[in-house]
């Protein structure tokens, strides 16, 4: 075990070339990553967080042995991805979400088996070690029915017991709570934790805030193929830092109140979003700047609902970060 | 409204280049067997009738995956239920189905003959050309027919493919397109003369070689006439009972 | 030791994952009736236009419906992982390839044997055909080597499936070609030479010969030519396969040009 990483990427670069038309064949190409690099250390639980199209689900791909990348290099427990395949499929387990990928005429557990062959589980620890996998994953007692039946979260769920049966060092969790109702999507949570804890590498993508700050050790915010931020979530909280926030309930704001308010010294940035007859306005500001007097002043006259000044969240970071990478 | 379903279908399954390779190339393959068959056993004279054979065994082909097919593919793409839904009798949603595989499937006769012609040098001279021309386009229409009555039970069936694949080969067989029904035993003669396809064969195969076509021609319009009145009682039957087991949509 | 329970263990479930055709309708309708009315046809086809004796007909066909079940099988075994999007699963394993889908050949060649023992006992039956009882052993191995050469047959046409898209045609008409090209219904003497010198690379050709000189009393010594020629070719295709396999793989790490999620 040579390295100290878990993950070393290296200015990963994938470009996908698309051939359109049939007769005069035109090559476009399209470069989902550009230039990636970051490190996960052993133990670490690492969230890749970004919009659909960011290159997310193209990284872990590059990384899980699947696309051999344009460019760059990188290295899982200190095996190459593009050369040493063997070695890095033996330590990693991958993980989407979404509900296909299993083989629903069979039943869960003859999909855990099929894999755990495949996987190399030896013979002797399959049984022990698939009972378990259903234990954790709450499907014990449900295994022997055909996948066919099953709800979307108890796929998700066989989906993660699957990706664990080789006892993975590393799991690669591509979107895994998508699509699964929120009690599931918290005790998937858990489960995620508790890996951690137990010292599995984790490289989480979502898109889903709260998933990403409740769990993550460090986060790498990626848009547009590339990494616009990386640290842990409090660091990132503080590219909002040096910001305040103020929203403001409103019914009826003409066009002109807002970008009056953008034009306000010290505002940084608003938005506004209905929510029914209510308007839900935004606004961000230098936070040594009380804005919000200026606020309602400009609003005088409008029926106005609650008014709060807080401090921002990672959400507000993560689209301020976006959106300055848009 | 019949024609404008019939039309659209089989253009819906001339698109699909799985259904095209297979009408292309298939009779081709089933020409080269009939005429190498009939050259091994020395019956030069009977090539044109081996072609004739081997076509209606290409119409029977299309006809029966297709109406099986048809429908699964309709299930598939999500479509049976949008078409079962129309304010319209099952039987006219489903019979420009089944017309239109029989359509298709004219394309393996004139494929095998034009085939036969070019590559195995099989002289068209039919008895009586303008009998096989009307005794091709009632085959067809019977098929289709036909056709429709199976889509009654295809339907009702998650796996209708499965009888599919299996009925091929016994009509073929029962219904003499290469293997005249006499040799075969007796017991399969009742089941013949109630097939469409043993009346269209034998027309098609005796406007070939010479014979009466018009009474063989009649006794299958007869037959196919019936078929489509069992087969609209059929599939509204079945309709009901679809609705009831709810096997409309299972894919 | 390990790679063996690969190869039989993973082999059946996958065959169970991969196969469309186990519910009991589809089994006996389109693997065991279906064949044998195929059987019954060119048999009674062969009679009237007296190409052959019974046994020529009945031995050939026998043998050859083994292919429906290896060539559609092995062509399952590998394009439907496409359509349940496992693919990339299966290729994240880091044991052998070539083993993994070796394995998968295995179930279907058992499939095409029995397939092919059954209709082999009741065609004889119907239509009257004397086997000696000596000759079953030999004639269980010609259909066996003939199962399993068409089930890597199946598993190359799997492979291309995995490249481009329309695979069904393709094994819908190689079972066409399988018909005419092996020499089972028209003797190979009628065919013209160059359709000849593809069925001798075709799977089922030398099986078929085989079990008809086996059947006919003429001992294994007698067929162990045309067996040895039909483990040869089966032998090519399952090489062809895996090499297949591989090239697609690299070459989809490389374009993404499966879709292997």
């Not at chain 1, 002797?124 to 378990?132: L, M, V």
């Not at chain 3, 009393?217 to 039909?230: R, T, V």
Request: proline share 4%.
């Amino acid at each position: 075990m040579g390295s100290t990483y878990a993950i070393e990427a290296n200015d990963l670069r994938r470009t996908y070339r698309a051939r359109t038309g049939w007769l005069k064949p035109k090559r476009t190409e399209v470069e989902a990553v550009r230039g990636v690099s970051f490190t996960v250390g052993r133990g670490e639980l690492f969230g890749l967080l970004g919009p659909n199209g960011a290159g997310k689900t193209t990284t872990i791909k590059l990384l899980n042995t699947l696309l051999i990348p344009t460019s760059g290099t990188a290295r899982v427990c200190g095996h190459d991805v593009e050369r040493e395949t063997r070695a890095v499929r033996r330590r990693i387990g991958y993980v989407f979400g979404g509900d296909r990928g299993l083989y629903d005429r069979l039943s869960g557990l003859d999909n855990l088996r099929y894999f755990a062959e495949l996987y190399g589980v030896p013979p002797r620890e399959q049984k022990r070690r698939i009972a378990e996998l259903l234990d954790l994953v709450g499907l014990a007692g449900r295994e022997r029915e055909r996948v066919e039946g099953y709800s979307r979260g108890m796929r998700q769920r066989l989906h993660i017991a699957r990706g664990l049966l080789h006892a993975p060092d590393v799991l690669f969790l591509d979107e895994p709570s998508i699509g699964v109702d929120p009690v599931a999507a918290r005790e998937l949570r858990r489960t995620v934790a508790d890996l951690a804890a137990a010292g599995t590498t984790v490289l989480l993508t979502t898109h889903y805030m709260a998933e990403a700050d409740e769990l993550c050790d460090r986060i790498a915010v990626i848009a547009d193929g590339t990494i616009q931020a990386l640290g842990t979530p409090s660091e990132l909280r503080r590219r909002a830092d040096g910001r305040r926030v103020v929203e403001v309930e409103a019914y009826g704001v003409p066009e002109s109140a807002v970008s009056a308010l953008r034009d306000l010294p010290g505002v940084r940035e608003t938005a506004v979003e209905a929510r029914g007859a209510l308007q839900l306005l935004t606004v961000h500001s230098d936070a040594h700047v009380d804005v919000q007097g200026d606020v309602l002043r400009e609003l005088a006259g409008i029926r106005l609902g609650r008014v709060d000044s807080r401090e921002p969240t990672l959400e507000d970071a993560y689209v301020a970060i976006v959106s300055a990478a848009a | 409204m019949l024609a404008v379903g019939t039309l659209l279908h089989a253009k819906q399954m001339s698109r699909s280049p799985f259904e095209v390779v297979l009408a292309l190339v298939v009779p081709v393959v089933q020409a080269t067997l009939a005429v190498y068959l009939f050259r091994s056993g020395g019956e030069q004279h009977r090539l044109l009738e081996a072609a004739v054979g081997a076509g209606v065994m290409g119409v029977w082909s299309s006809v029966l995956f297709g109406s099986g097919g048809a429908i699964q593919n309709q299930r598939w793409q999500g479509t049976l239920e949008m078409i079962m839904l129309a304010p319209r009798r099952p039987v006219l949603v489903i019979l420009p189905i089944t017309v239109a595989t029989g359509l298709t499937g004219i394309y393996a006769l004139l494929a095998t003959l034009v085939w036969g012609h070019f590559l195995y040098g099989i002289r068209l001279d039919f008895a009586h050309p303008v009998a096989f021309v009307v005794a091709a386009a009632v085959c067809v229409v019977a098929l289709g027919l036909f056709g429709l009555l199976l889509a009654a039970t295809f339907v009702l069936m998650r796996n209708a493919n499965a009888l599919a694949n299996t009925l091929e080969y016994p009509v073929w067989l029962v219904s003499g397109m290469l293997v005249p029904i006499t040799v075969l035993p007796s017991w399969t003669s009742p089941i013949a003369a109630v097939l469409p396809t043993t009346w269209g064969a034998r027309a098609l195969r005796e406007a070939t070689s010479g014979g009466p076509v018009w009474p063989s021609v009649a006794v299958c319009l007869a037959i196919s006439l019936l078929c489509l009145t069992v087969g609209a009682l059929a599939l509204t039957h079945v309709e009901r009972r679809a609705r009831a087991a709810a096997t409309l949509a299972l894919a | 030791m390990k790679t063996l329970r690969l190869m039989t263990v993973g082999g059946v479930i996958a065959y169970r994952a991969l196969f469309n055709w186990t519910t009991p309708g589809m089994f006996i309708g389109t693997l065991l009736v279906g064949p044998l009315f195929q059987l019954l046809f060119f048999a009674y086809l062969g009679r009237q236009l007296q190409v052959a004796d019974d046994r020529f007909y009945i031995v050939g066909n026998a043998v050859l419906t083994a292919s429906l079940a290896c060539v559609f099988g092995g062509t399952m075994a590998v394009a439907n992982e496409r359509r349940f999007g496992t693919l990339g699963h299966v290729l994240l394993s880091a044991r052998s390839r070539t083993a993994i889908f070796w394995g998968r050949v295995l179930p279907y060649a058992g499939n095409g044997l029995l397939i092919a023992v059954v209709t082999l006992t009741v065609g004889a039956l119907l239509l009257g055909l004397r086997v000696p009882v000596r000759a079953v052993p030999g004639l269980l191995l010609a259909m066996a080597a003939g199962s399993l050469t068409c089930g890597f047959f199946g598993l190359t046409l799997g492979a291309l499936g995995l490249r481009f898209r329309d695979v069904w045609v393709v094994s819908n008409v190689s079972v066409a070609l399988l018909l005419l090209l092996t020499g089972v219904n028209v003797p190979a003497s009628g065919l013209p030479g160059w359709m000849r010198a593809v069925g001798e690379w075709l799977p089922i050709t030398h099986a078929a010969e085989a079990a008809r000189r086996i059947a006919a009393g003429d001992g294994l010594a007698a067929a162990a030519s045309p067996l040895g020629q039909e483990l040869l070719v089966g032998a090519g295709y399952a090489a062809a396969a895996v090499v297949l396999l591989k090239i697609f793989e690299v070459e989809s790490r490389r374009r993404a040009s499966l879709d292997a999620l």
